[in-house]
Antibody, heavy 124, light 107 residues
């Protein structure tokens, strides 16, 4: 069964750091780009970051550029999101999702598998 | 950035109704639009990809159409389990963007 499971969320103080992980199973992990999406309380979905199958290209939303780093360990079938300098606006449920293609250059795929999400709360 | 303007933001409907949601892109994005369903406390799930392709395992009452800048999503014969929030999503350009969401409520 194809599955994603996030971990690493929690309560962090403003300016703090957190690393999210996403364990993948049931598919050939390095064949697919992986994505982080978040949903802040009372708001809609926001794309955060993406990484292609090899890990050699990464992409970020302007709101997190320079503060967040996406990475993957294909030997461990795991996706990561390192987050620094967190602020209240980063409070959200963070989802990892599998893209239907290896890279983002072929854009006729969707996010076909999602994890249940992990909650990040930034508060003093 | 490409803006995805989704409407309506909410609607009330009854079981058996036909429901249509629209999404307008701020520039042409060919057919690179997906539609998701989100229920409270659960992750979103992909219903339609590339504007009109039904994701395997998704009931055929869900459909999508459009190209360029104008897209629509239809539920033909609303079922009790379809009361949820729906989002459009473009993958044509980075940064990817989502519509604001449409909440489908019980009338």
């Amino acid at each position: 069964e194809v599955e994603l499971l996030e971990s690493g969320g929690g309560l962090v103080q403003p300016g703090g750091s957190l690393r999210l992980s996403c364990a993948a199973s049931g598919f050939t992990f390095n064949n697919y780009a992986m994505i982080w999406v978040r949903r802040a309380p009372g708001k809609g979905l926001e794309w955060v970051s993406a990484i292609i199958g090899s890990g050699h290209a990464t992409f970020y939303a302007a709101s997190v550029q320079g503060r967040f780093t996406i990475s993957r360990d294909n030997s461990k079938n795991t996706l990561y999101l390192q987050m620094h300098d967190l602020g209240a606006d980063d409070t959200a449920v963070y989802y990892c999702a599998k893209y239907g293609g290896y890279a983002l250059t072929y854009y006729y795929y969707g996010l076909d598998v999602w994890g249940p999400g992990t909650t990040v709360t930034v508060s003093s | 950035d490409i803006q995805m303007t989704q409407s309506p933001s909410s609607l009330s409907a009854s079981v058996g109704d036909r429901v249509t949601i629209t999404c307008r892109a701020s520039q042409s994005i060919t057919t690179s639009v997906n539609w998701y369903q989100e229920k409270p406390g659960k992750a979103p799930s992909l219903l339609i990809y590339a504007a009109s392709n039904l994701q395997p395992g998704v009931p055929s009452r869900f459909s999508g159409s459009g190209s360029g800048t104008d897209f629509s999503f239809t539920i033909s014969g609303l079922q009790p389990e379809d009361f949820a929030t729906y989002y459009c999503h473009q993958t044509y350009n980075i940064p990817w963007t989502f519509g604001q969401g449409t909440r489908v409520e019980v009338k």
